[in-house]
C-alpha cells in the first residue's frame, strides 16, 4: 500500500513542478481587459468583441514588436466554426468585422512572425 502512495505522491509532484514550469510562478493579467494565456515565455492576450478581435504580444511583460507578424484565429462557439486574419495594428494584431463571441468560445491563435509559429489557446469568459 506504502508504495501505491509513494507512486501517487510522486506522479502529483511532477504534475505540480510541470504546472509551476509552464506558468513560472505568475499568473499573468490582462493590460487590456483581455483573456491572457502564456506559451514558451510569451503572454497573449486576447480581446475579443462581437464587432473586433486584438492579439497582443508580450515577451516577460514588454510588449512584442508585431509589425511584421500575422495570425490566424479560429473561433469555435457551440457548433459553429469561424476563422479570422488578424494584421498588424500599432502595437497589436487586429481584425474588424463581426464575429461570433460568446462565454465559452474557445479560440486557436496561430500567430506567425520571423518564419516560427505559435499556437495560444483561450476560452472567453
Request: hydrophobic share 45%; proline share 4%; aromatic share 4%.
Amino acid at each position: 500500500m506504502k508504495l501505491v502512495q509513494l507512486i501517487a505522491t510522486l506522479a502529483l509532484a511532477a504534475t505540480g513542478a510541470a504546472f509551476a514550469a509552464e506558468n513560472h510562478g505568475h499568473d499573468p493579467k490582462p493590460l487590456h481587459a483581455g483573456v491572457v494565456v502564456e506559451v514558451k515565455d510569451i503572454e497573449y492576450e486576447l480581446l475579443a468583441k462581437p464587432d473586433s478581435m486584438q492579439l497582443y504580444l508580450r515577451d516577460h511583460g514588454k510588449p512584442i514588436d508585431v509589425s511584421k507578424a500575422t495570425a490566424k484565429v479560429t473561433l469555435l462557439t457551440g457548433m459553429e466554426k469561424q476563422e479570422v486574419d488578424l494584421k498588424p495594428a500599432g502595437d497589436k494584431l487586429e481584425a474588424k468585422g463581426s464575429f461570433k463571441i460568446a462565454t465559452n468560445t474557445k479560440v486557436i491563435a496561430l500567430v506567425s512572425q520571423a518564419g516560427k509559429s505559435s499556437t495560444a489557446r483561450f476560452v472567453l469568459k
